[in-house]
């Protein structure tokens, strides 16, 4: 019988008598108490981390329309902020796969990325001019650079490289 029934957390009913608990480390009490802890437990699927991280790499996913999709699945999953942080802790466990030592100015890495950006006037409402987010990373220090400037107007380069003209 459970003798803090009132205590925050306690069921009330506890399968064991107290003086049972000196004997259990912390997981087993844990577990006596509140159940596994694992998200399955409380009624929370467990979610597939490696689909999720696959979905990141879609142009335009955020971790927040990911939740949002979930949430909207199970609503008595996760809240974000838990959401991203089962997410980030799965995602250090991940292997780097690709290390590269660069000697002191040696690269430059540089990149356009994400998607041309409309730029509003304050006062008509209307977009003003289109900008385009510039970013230039050092190699070796990894010290970054980004700048915002009015699109160029052009497609964006191909994957392939640059083309030639055919003779």
Same mark, same amino acid.
């Given at each position: 019988?459970?003798?803090?029934?009132?205590?925050?957390?306690?069921?009330?009913?506890?399968?064991?008598?107290?003086?049972?608990?000196?004997?259990?480390?912390?997981?087993?009490?844990?577990?006596?108490?509140?159940?596994?802890?694992?998200?399955?437990?409380?009624?929370?699927?467990?979610?597939?981390?490696?689909?999720?991280? &696959?979905?990141?790499?879609?142009?335009?996913?955020?971790?927040?329309?990911?939740?949002?999709?979930?949430?909207?699945?199970?609503?008595?999953?996760? =809240?974000?902020?838990?959401?991203?942080?089962?997410? &980030? =802790?799965?995602?250090?466990?991940?292997?780097? $796969?690709?290390?590269?030592?660069?000697?002191?100015?040696?690269?430059?890495? $540089?990149?356009?990325?994400?998607?041309?950006?409309?730029?509003?006037?304050?006062?008509?409402?209307?977009?003003?001019?289109?900008?385009?987010?510039?970013?230039?990373?050092?190699?070796?220090?990894?010290?970054?650079?980004?700048?915002?400037?009015?699109?160029?107007?052009?497609?964006?380069?191909?994957?392939?490289?640059?083309?030639?003209?055919?003779?």
């Amino acid at each position: 019988m459970c003798d803090a029934p009132n205590r925050r957390g306690c069921p009330g009913r506890c399968p064991r008598a107290w003086t049972t608990t000196p004997y259990l480390d912390d997981d087993a009490l844990h577990g006596l108490l509140f159940g596994a802890r694992d998200g399955s437990a409380q009624g929370r699927p467990l979610l597939d981390w490696a689909t999720v991280h &696959k979905e990141m790499r879609r142009k335009g996913v955020t971790l927040m329309l990911l939740w949002l999709e979930y949430k909207e699945a199970n609503p008595d999953g996760y =809240a974000y902020t838990q959401f991203t942080r089962l997410y &980030k =802790a799965w995602k250090r466990s991940l292997d780097v $796969v690709m290390r590269q030592d660069h000697k002191a100015g040696e690269r430059l890495f $540089v990149d356009f990325p994400g998607e041309i950006l409309p730029i509003y006037d304050p006062k008509t409402s209307q977009v003003a001019m289109r900008a385009e987010l510039f970013v230039a990373a050092l190699g070796a220090s990894g010290t970054r650079r980004t700048s915002l400037g009015r699109s160029r107007g052009r497609g964006r380069p191909s994957a392939r490289g640059p083309t030639r003209p055919s003779s």
